[in-house]
């Protein structure tokens, strides 16, 4: 009987995403993609381009390469299926369309280490590390809890994910190689192109600030868009336990600098912020 409810759940999503995918694509104005690795603030983004009143649909999707369908095979093997995942498999089928008319993407980077740890939080199903996650710092599971998240994070290749993305998905998927273009580090945002394709990418760290007039000139708007807060951890359950974790956990020097000299995180941050980030973590 759960098996059936979850097969017609996935054919629902399958259904919802590609009519959501076809309007987008059949409208006058070129579709928005809010196209980036999770959790990097694609809510917040999201949230403030529905409440700007834009002409241009909006999708957002993490994975438009073959990996949508491993990723795809991998949730559903868990029981879960989300609807990131159905957009992103519907749009696929509509990458040439989508190359060939034109669209806007609006991609984000974050701190790697602030990344995973959100990460681990956001999806500890998904991880396999449900057991393990205590519903505050009284729970006698927090102790365990912070030292799996050390370990984890203490782990380079836990980082693939994030050292790869941009290849294996706007580089793969629309040609778009920002490792091998200038990111301008002082305002925290550069712009590329590529055939209809257009790009914007942000440091999630200088959304509050830059992101409004960042999207704004990108999209050709008037005046900056008021960026709307949304999918904020301390607004869910397991928040307590998301911050102590968090204000108790020490990583080891070494490890963070083999992170943080990476190519992919130099790339877009400057010598001082990724100094910064080795001392917030250890």
Known sequence: MLKVERNTKNLVQRVRASREVRRALSQPD?????????????STVRASLRTAGLANRTLSVHFLSEAVLRSREHHQSMGLYPYHLAVGTALRHRLRHLTADGCR???????PIAREFSNLFQNPDLLQIREVLGPGPSSHHVPETLELVRSRLENVGTYQYFFTWFDT???ATFGIDVLSRVFDKD?????YSRGAVQLVMLRLEDLSQAGGLAISEFLGLPSPIELVDSNVRTDKNGAS??????????????????IYRHRTVSHFYSEQSISAFIHRWT
């Open 169 to 171: 998905e706007l580089k």
């Open 105 to 111: 993407i609006i991609s984000l980077v974050r701190d």
């Open 187 to 191: 305002r925290g945002w550069s712009t």
């Open 30 to 42: 070129p579709p928005i993609l809010i196209y980036q690795m999770g959790k990097v603030g694609s």
């Open 241 to 258: 336990a998301y911050r102590w974790i968090r204000d108790n956990l020490h990583l080891d020097r070494s490890a963070c600098e083999s």
